[in-house]
């Protein structure tokens, strides 16, 4: 995907920056998990675009419905937030999973799904299970479900379909996938030919993200751990979007490669110029071509009417 070449087209994209850099800065060896996680829920914290917001219990999991108005009861879109299995939250994500429900015209729910390092891999991934589980006991058909996710979350998306697929559960009908992390290795050859470009991610952080997820003597090879060295075969139609700018950009460029050498019907979306989930971002234009671009995925594989036009 391209992006406009002048200087002007770059301006949110530093904007966005700063606003990370601005959460950053602020911490040090000692701010503890639980300040991260508030400092990074009030900075993306709102959800200007019009869906209701309705808190939920899913099997035990926290979770909150965004249901844009007009929205069929019989569809849904299972959300999972990123932040490296360490912050993020329901709350942090509220606006861009918003924007998706508007702009698809689907309900979605978003999980709290339990967080490293107080609940190891693999709490995270029982969490999304049991509220794939929920919806299935909801009466929702999987061929109606599609599931969505950003960063790690973007990890439990694919986890979540490989867990259900070998344990011979139905598959949801479709994937989409912002920035995934799949290799929590990190042996892309992206986390050095991007090093300079990608402002905040750096391989000596990711690391210790995924120490923090496995634990001391965890194996950060699972295939469960990280989708990339899991066997694809049988999964669901899957889009991938990824910034350029990436450090974990070969999370996405290999996977892809991977499923498409399996037969599954993947689609990649490289953004140039883009940073890590560039979506959460309103400000920058492609995130709204990005997030329109999710919408006719769900939709079409949702098989969403199009008469209702994106926001």
Known sequence: MDSAGNDTAHVPVDRAIERLRAIYRGWTRDTTVAQMRSDWDEAFAGCPVPVTCQPVSTGGVDGEWLVPSGAARDKAMLYFHGGGFRIGSVASHRDLAGRIADASGCRVLSINYRLAPEHRFPAALDDALAAYQYLCDQGLRPADIALAGDSAGGNLVLAAMLAAR?????????????????????????????????PIHQRAMILALARNYVGKDGDVSDPLASPLYADLTGLPPLLVQVGDRETVRDDS???????????????????????????????????????????????????????????
């Open 166 to 198: 070998d344990r011979g559960l139905p598959l949801p009908a479709a994937g989409a996938l912002m920035s995934p992390w799949t290799d929590l290795a990190a042996t892309g050859a992206s986390y050095e030919s991007r090093a300079e470009a990608d």
């Open 253 to 311: 460029t290999e996977l892809v490669a991977k499923a498409k050498a399996v037969g599954v019907d993947v689609e990649l979306q490289v953004w140039d110029g883009m940073i890590h989930v560039f979506q959460m971002f309103p400000e920058i234009p492609q995130a709204r071509e990005a997030i329109a671009s999710i919408a006719d995925f769900l939709r079409n594989h949702l098989h969403i009417g199009h008469e209702r036009a994106p926001q």
